[in-house]
């Protein structure tokens, strides 16, 4: 079926953990909202401006001070980190789990994890047969109107585990990752059957995360790492009738099961970073890394590989410590 760009979007707020691939020649410009809140947000674009409604003239003069204040320092702080490379990124992370291993942004996440070779590596999967065999080998996916190049991923280092957040228990899932210390959740509803959407939705990105945190408390996880979307939280900063919120959200719901399952990591004693990255393409990192407030942006776009090196980096950087990470 056809899946509008949009659908991908998510959200990327590093609150407070500033980051860029080290392949890309991405400039850090941050915007005035990052005065707004206490965590940043970051979007990567093609060298063109994403509006975000961020206009000091609206702000009295107390207001546009504490913006100017506000910039200043997290303009000092971006300019003190990078995304290591994945072997020094991921030093110390232990086992790492990731949920979601065969999908887009899981993937890549687990390729930069097992080209580390400095850990244990966990790819949890709905089927290992057919996992192995497209993890294997390079295709070229397509999604309702986009067309997305995937390289093979080498797995001998990896132990892969079945991992169905829709079939499996808490405790079968507790099982997989026995031994784990952080766990990456990249899952996601695909897109289907209309009237099976808000069903899909609701037991993958909202229950199944739920089971995931759930499974990682009972195995002694101690870091999560969830891949979100933008416009997440967007009915409560007044999004809720943008059209980025409207067209995400017609896929059943999505944003609202999100919302419910990021509240409830935050809520869960784990030590978290959710990731929330805009509009998700294949292609390599370009242009500008954008720097902005929790719930300030409410389009862009950004590159998987990306998403997965913020995601890496997360797992061990204690600027990520329960943190949002937007764009």
Request: a positive charge; glycine letters at 8%; proline letters at 3%.
């Amino acid at each position: 079926m056809f899946m509008p760009k949009s659908y991908s979007t998510f959200c990327l707020v590093l609150a407070s953990l500033l980051v860029v691939s080290p392949t890309a020649t991405n400039a850090f410009s941050l915007s005035p909202s990052a005065a707004r809140k206490s965590s940043v947000s970051l979007a990567a674009t093609n060298n063109d401006e994403v509006g975000t409604n961020n206009d000091l003239s609206s702000l009295n003069r107390r207001d546009a001070f504490q913006v100017v204040t506000k910039v200043a320092a997290a303009s000092a702080l971006a300019s003190t980190f990078s995304i290591p490379a994945a072997a020094n990124a991921a030093e110390g992370a232990g086992k790492v789990v990731v949920a979601g291993a065969t999908g887009q942004t899981g993937r890549r996440v687990l390729e930069r994890l097992a080209k580390a070779g400095n850990l244990e590596v966990i790819g949890g999967v709905r089927n290992i047969e057919k996992a192995n065999a497209s993890l294997g080998e390079s295709s070229t996916v397509i999604r309702g109107a986009m067309v997305q190049k995937v390289a093979s991923v080498d797995t001998s280092s990896v132990d892969l585990k079945k991992m169905d957040v829709v079939a499996n228990s808490v405790d079968e899932l507790a099982a997989s990752m026995e031994g784990a210390t952080s766990l990456v959740i990249a899952t996601g509803f695909v897109p289907g059957n209309p009237l099976k959407m808000n069903a899909a939705a609701h037991e993958v990105d909202n229950i199944g995360t739920i089971k995931l945190v759930d499974a990682a408390k009972k195995s002694g996880i101690k870091k999560i790492v969830l891949v979100s979307s933008i416009l997440t939280n967007g009915r409560n900063w007044g999004q809720e009738k943008s059209p980025g919120f409207v067209v995400t959200n017609a896929f059943g719901n999505v944003l609202d099961e999100k919302i419910i399952a990021e509240n409830y990591l935050r809520k869960s004693g784990i030590d978290y970073t959710i990731v929330r990255p805009g509009g998700l393409k294949a292609k390599p990192p370009t242009g500008a890394l954008k720097i902005s407030g929790e719930d300030t942006l409410n389009s862009g776009e950004i590159s998987r590989d990306l998403v997965a090196d913020v995601c890496v980096a997360s797992l061990t950087d204690k600027k990520a410590t329960n943190k949002v990470l937007g764009k």
